[in-house]
């Protein structure tokens, strides 16, 4: 059973860079069929979409925040990575990471996500 | 705002129908790109209940389905249950090069 878990530090600094990491298990990270993402989720509101990445290196940003997003993949570590960059305080959100099946364009499997405050 | 469009809340007796609208607009649902819709309960990830529109994956009862009709999707939950009590959210895909979800309705069964 494919599993997601986010990790990395659940309080961030402002202006200081976000990074979180996502470990892939019980399947490949290198499937052809699948992009693996980054959704946030502010306390009390609905999930904003930040990007997603294909195993082979290409990207895709939500336009508002692709200034200050990078996401990267790690296939022999079965890892991909968000990066962030410039908090503020509107960056606090439970962050998931989560498949993307590339024929449905739905995210089918999700982490159990990750609280990151940002906070002095 | 959401770019979708959600109501706040809904309710229903147990064994009841319900249903949730999501409204877009020609840039997204009506463009016409697939709605999907995601079940979160209390303090858990979102679970993916509807894709492609009406397409159920393996696992989600039959009690629950999708349709779409021009700039908007319903998702229908019938024979309501007492676990079905969540925040349900649908998404689609923007012309702007975006995944968006909607705001999300919160189920409450009476």
């Known amino acids: 059973q494919l599993q997601l878990q986010e990790s990395g530090p659940g309080l961030v600094k402002p202006s200081e860079t976000l990074s979180l990491t996502c470990t892939v298990s019980?399947?490949?990270?290198?499937?052809?069929?699948?992009?693996w993402g980054w959704i946030r989720q502010p306390p009390g509101k609905g999930p904003e979409w930040i990007g997603y990445?294909?195993?082979?290196?290409?990207?895709y940003y939500h336009p508002s925040l692709k200034s200050r997003v990078t996401i990267s993949v790690d296939t022999s570590k079965s890892q991909f990575s968000l990066s962030l960059t410039s908090v503020t305080a509107a960056d606090t959100a439970v962050y998931y990471c989560?498949?993307?099946?590339?024929?449905?364009?739905?995210?089918?499997?999700w982490g159990q996500g990750t609280m990151v405050t940002v906070s002095s | 705002q959401s770019v979708l469009t959600q109501p706040p809340s809904v309710s229903g007796a147990p064994g009841q129908r319900v249903t949730i609208s999501c409204t877009g607009s020609?840039?997204?649902?009506?463009?016409?790109?697939?709605v999907h819709w995601y079940q979160q309960l209390p303090g858990t990830a979102p679970k993916l209940l509807i894709y492609?529109?009406?397409n159920r994956p393996s696992g989600v009862p039959d009690r629950f389905s999708g349709s779409k009709s021009g700039t908007s999707a319903s998702l229908a939950i019938t024979g309501l249950q007492a676990d079905d009590e969540a925040d349900y959210y649908c998404?689609?895909?923007?012309?702007?090069?975006?995944?968006?979800f909607g705001g999300g309705t919160k189920l409450t069964v009476l």
């Open positions: 998404q689609s895909y923007d012309s702007s090069l975006s995944v968006v």
């Open positions: 989560a498949r993307r099946d590339s024929g449905s364009d739905a995210f089918d499997m």
């Open positions: 492609g529109n009406s």
């Open positions: 020609s840039s997204n649902i009506g463009a016409p790109y697939d």
């Open positions: 990445i294909f195993y082979s290196g290409g990207t």
């Open positions: 019980g399947g490949s990270i290198s499937s052809r069929g699948y992009y």
